[in-house]
């Protein structure tokens, strides 16, 4: 079946480090792949998105790039804001039949002033 | 718009209560999901609900049940509550296999 790896968290970075947040995943055929943040107390809002092999998906300064040949979609982002902070989730959803999403278990991002 | 909205916010039940959790959206989405979110597990799937008047379950659908009311609604039943259902509930919608808005979540605990 489908699953989805994610780093073990908690990162915890200054304002204006680089940010690697490492997803890696297995299923079968051409999944589409998602980063999804979840601030606290909130629902997980859709931060960026691929749907096939070396898309790269962007928002807000956040980068993923979907590489086929190592199965990841590692979320990257340049310089950080203490307004990142949050959890982030790499997700997939397998090219035919089921809508639903298969989430990796979340990575908390904490930026310091 | 309020988007996918969710009741309660927070519940405590004693073990073997049953409640309902509701979930609305006013996106005029066909597909609604319940997830549930574990520490270290991230979220895993309940039941879904592809259109109106149809259900399916997900990864972990023991001791749930789920209605599809109409096109808005997707409600989600726990009937006889155990420790093991503590956990935060987030319901989700999306048109097909399009993005998926998630709710505020609903934070149940069973003792």
């Known amino acids: 079946g489908n699953s989805v790896t994610q780093m073990e968290g908690p990162v915890t970075l200054s304002e204006e480090a680089f940010l690697t947040i490492n997803c890696t995943y297995t299923a079968t055929g051409y999944p589409s792949l998602f980063w999804y943040v979840q601030y606290p107390g909130e629902g997980l809002q859709l931060l960026l998105k691929?749907?096939?092999?070396?898309d790269k998906g962007s928002n807000k300064g956040f980068e993923a790039t979907y590489r086929k040949e190592t199965t990841s979609f590692h979320l990257e982002k340049g310089s950080v804001q203490v307004s990142d902070s949050a959890v982030y989730f790499c997700a997939l959803r397998g090219p035919r039949g089921r809508r639903a999403l298969t989430f990796g278990s979340g990575t908390r991002l904490q930026v310091q002033p | 718009n309020a988007g996918v909205t969710q009741t309660p916010k927070f519940q405590v039940l004693k073990t073997g209560q049953s409640m309902t959790l509701q979930c609305a959206q006013d996106?005029?989405?066909?597909?609604m999901y319940w997830y549930r979110q574990d520490p270290g597990m991230g979220l895993r799937l309940i039941y879904y609900?592809?259109?109106?008047?149809?259900?399916d379950k997900g990864e972990v659908p023991n001791g749930y049940n789920v209605s599809r009311l109409n096109k808005r609604e997707f409600s989600l039943r726990l009937e006889s509550a155990a420790p093991s259902q503590t956990s935060v509930y987030f319901c989700?919608?999306?048109?097909?296999?399009?993005?998926?808005?998630f709710g505020p979540g609903t934070r149940l605990t069973v003792l």
């Open positions: 691929a749907t096939k092999a070396d």
């Open positions: 609900s592809a259109s109106e008047g149809t259900t």
């Open positions: 996106m005029n989405h066909n597909s």
């Open positions: 989700a919608s999306s048109v097909g296999r399009n993005e998926q808005f």
